[in-house]
């Protein structure tokens, strides 16, 4: 897979040493889905969005999220022509290949599910008219940690929506010496060039999307989701959309692998990072400091793995 290669390649230019983040951030975008980055400030998850958008040629949109923002400059809005008497649509923000939300939990309940349609259904509905999003289409939002200030809870349907959860990190004492040395030399992103085109990044995707799950495999991932559902110290467990990212997650993976099938050892990978941030934990189990990514390794350790022949 020298393409794939080749483009975290060109993000490591800005993003030193989180090898792991940027392989999984590709690998949620090949599997179609929306990556969330919950993070302190400063640690790159903006410029890491950029390099992605810079190495795989698509355009790109940021909005810095605040209270004042509203839905409309998110998904757009119509004004009346008097030249034509007609009204005509005005493109939001979101009308682009690489949508980044900063911030995202600092905007209003109302803007933040201005989002929900185009992370869904990839596309837009102003005053009764739809409107296709540009493909490919993916959010990189980005979140302050929970309680910090202006900050509130994403929704649950908003959360749901998002493939995975990802936390980039402090660097290292020798990634940020590395990093303070590049910067002496101009501005690493400047550097990024495009890698792939965006005919190809799709072909890629469609290639993902044909990887096999074997029915023993899909009954292994359904059993998995089941038994968030009934375990004791998880109010909520995840929906159908979760088993669904999970499924395309696992595909991402084994193309990745270089196999056309999934493997149980795929699903096992995916788990924890496209299920945790999706389950409601008891109040049990957030006394006693047991996360969610504790009860999925439990729940991988009970559940029986299919042998495939």
């Known amino acids: 897979m020298?393409?794939?290669?080749?483009?975290?390649?060109?993000?490591?230019?800005?993003?030193?040493?989180?090898?792991r983040t940027l392989l999984w951030v590709l690998t949620t975008i090949l599997a179609r889905g929306h990556i969330l980055l919950e993070d302190i400030p400063g640690v790159g998850k903006t410029t890491m969005a950029l390099a992605f958008s810079k190495a795989?040629?698509?355009?790109?949109?940021?909005?810095q999220f605040t209270p004042d923002v509203l839905p409309s400059d998110i998904t757009g809005y119509s004004v009346y022509q008097k030249e034509t008497g007609t009204m005509v649509y005005q493109p939001g923000a979101v009308l682009t290949n690489?949508?980044?939300?900063d911030e995202l939990n600092r905007a209003t309940s109302r803007t933040q599910s201005a989002l929900l349609e185009a992370m869904e259904e990839g596309q837009v509905t102003v005053d009764g008219e739809t409107h296709p999003l540009p493909q490919p289409f993916?959010?990189?939002?980005?979140?302050?940690?929970?309680?910090?200030?202006?900050?509130?809870?994403?929704?649950?349907?908003?959360?749901?929506?998002?493939?995975i959860r990802l936390?980039?990190?402090?660097?290292?004492?020798?990634?940020?010496?590395?990093?303070?040395?590049?910067?002496?030399q101009g501005n690493p992103l400047d550097q990024?060039?495009?890698?792939?085109s965006r005919?190809?990044?799709?072909?890629?995707?469609?290639?993902?999307?044909?990887?096999?799950?074997?029915?023993?495999?899909?009954?292994?991932?359904v059993a998995l989701i089941g038994a968030t559902r009934d375990h004791p110290m998880i109010l909520r467990g995840a929906s159908p959309r979760a088993t669904l990212s999970m499924a395309s997650m696992a595909k991402a993976v084994a193309m990745l692998k270089g196999r056309d099938f999934v493997t149980p050892d795929d699903v096992k990978t995916v788990?924890?990072?496209?299920?945790?941030?999706?389950?409601?934990?008891?109040?049990?189990?957030?006394?006693?400091?047991?996360?969610?990514a504790t009860l999925l390794q439990e729940i991988l350790r009970k559940t029986p793995s299919p042998k495939l022949r």
Not at 56 to 63: A, E, I, M, P
Not at 98 to 101: D, E, I, M, Q
């Open 2 to 19: 020298g393409s794939i290669s080749q483009i975290i390649g060109e993000v490591k230019k800005v993003i030193v040493g989180k090898d």
């Open 138 to 163: 993916f959010v990189i939002a980005t979140q302050n940690p929970t309680g910090a200030s202006g900050t509130q809870l994403l929704p649950d349907s908003q959360m749901d929506r998002f493939t």
């Open 199 to 221: 005919q190809e990044l799709l072909a890629l995707q469609n290639q993902a999307d044909s990887v096999y799950i074997k029915p023993e495999v899909v009954d292994y991932m």
């Open 98 to 101: 690489v949508f980044l939300a």
């Open 56 to 63: 795989l040629g698509l355009s790109y949109s940021r909005v």
């Open 167 to 184: 936390s980039i990190g402090y660097p290292s004492p020798a990634d940020e010496r590395e990093l303070v040395i590049g910067r002496q």
């Open 192 to 196: 990024v060039r495009q890698v792939v």
């Open 271 to 292: 788990l924890i990072d496209t299920i945790s941030h999706r389950l409601l934990l008891a109040p049990e189990a957030e006394a006693r400091g047991v996360s969610a």
